[in-house]
């Protein structure tokens, strides 16, 4: 992983975050696990990262990544749309980090082969 992170991806995930200016930001740091960023909040927190950095996230798998809220909404949502293909075949989450968010602003998109380098 990119052992350095920029000072705006740090900015905008301190922002979309809502953490303390006290918390540590490197490339490591889950953005579910740590952050806790999670369910719609992390849909939003995406499509506002897609935005802000210009980065192509349409073909990333957020159900893979991310537990839902509650009732695991995102998963709902999914199914009701037809697009419950997209949800993981094991329950247990990726862990996407704010090093793999880095890796997505150089390739201007988020998706596995950026992520794992697949």
């Given at each position: ?18 953490v ?21 909040d ?10 802000h ?23 709902v ?42």
């Open positions: 992983m990119d052992a350095t992170v920029s000072e705006e991806l740090v900015d905008f995930v301190r922002r979309e975050s809502a303390s200016p006290a918390e540590e930001i490197v490339a490591s740091t889950g953005i579910q696990r740590d952050l806790g960023v999670y369910g719609d992390a849909v939003e927190f995406l499509l506002s990262y897609g935005a950095f210009h980065v192509d996230v349409s073909h990333f798998r957020a159900a893979d990544y991310f537990e839902g809220e509650g009732s695991d909404i995102l998963g949502l999914l199914t009701v749309f037809r697009l419950d293909s997209w949800l993981p075949a094991n329950p247990k989450r990726k862990e996407l980090t704010v090093g793999h968010l880095q890796r997505g602003i150089a390739a201007q998109r988020l998706d596995e082969q950026v992520i794992w380098g697949a």
